[in-house]
């Protein structure tokens, strides 16, 4: 399990172009299965909320723009953009070789944005996918990751990391 909280505080007597203040929470579960499946779910939740002020545009949450940039696989980065985000997303990891050095994954997003400049959470945007996972170091489980993800619209794309999404 993974938690983390902060809240920020941007103030133009600190050098900010406006002050606001937002918080984010992050929150990740991971449920392994019974050994002899060698698969697991994984869970995550992102709360990103502007609590008061007015941020630059370019400061509000966004697709992708999380502490790692991994949110909104199957769109472009900064697709959806506003005052505040909810973002839920499950993995199902599985390997594919006995020995672990390849693996997969089946994913599935959800995110929805207020709409800007107002407060109104607008339609939930979903997100699914699979992915390959390559292990690079077996003692620290290192894996490289290469996926990719369906977004309404039409929207898809690769995503590529060094380790798990989350």
Do not use: C
Not at 3 to 32: A, C
Not at 138 to 166: P, W
């Amino acid at each position: 399990m993974y938690f983390n909280f902060q809240f920020r505080s941007n103030q133009k007597f600190l050098g900010s172009s406006s002050t606001y203040n937002s918080l984010t929470v992050d929150y990740r579960k991971y449920f392994p299965l019974p050994i002899h499946w060698d698969a697991g779910f994984a869970l995550w939740g992102y709360l990103w909320l502007t609590l008061s002020g007015k941020p630059p545009y370019l400061d509000l949450p966004s697709t992708g723009w999380d502490t790692n940039n991994n949110s909104g696989r199957g769109y472009a980065m900064g697709r959806f953009r506003g005052k505040n985000m909810i973002y839920l997303e499950t993995e199902f990891r599985f390997n594919i070789l006995r020995s672990g050095l390849l693996g997969g994954v089946l994913f599935g997003n959800l995110q929805t944005l207020s709409e800007w400049p107002g407060n109104n959470f607008v339609k939930a945007q979903p997100g699914v996918g699979l992915g390959l996972r390559i292990k690079m170091n077996k003692r620290t489980n290192t894996n490289s990751a290469v996926d990719y993800g369906f977004g309404t619209g039409g929207s898809r794309g690769f995503a590529f990391n060094l380790n798990e999404v989350f």
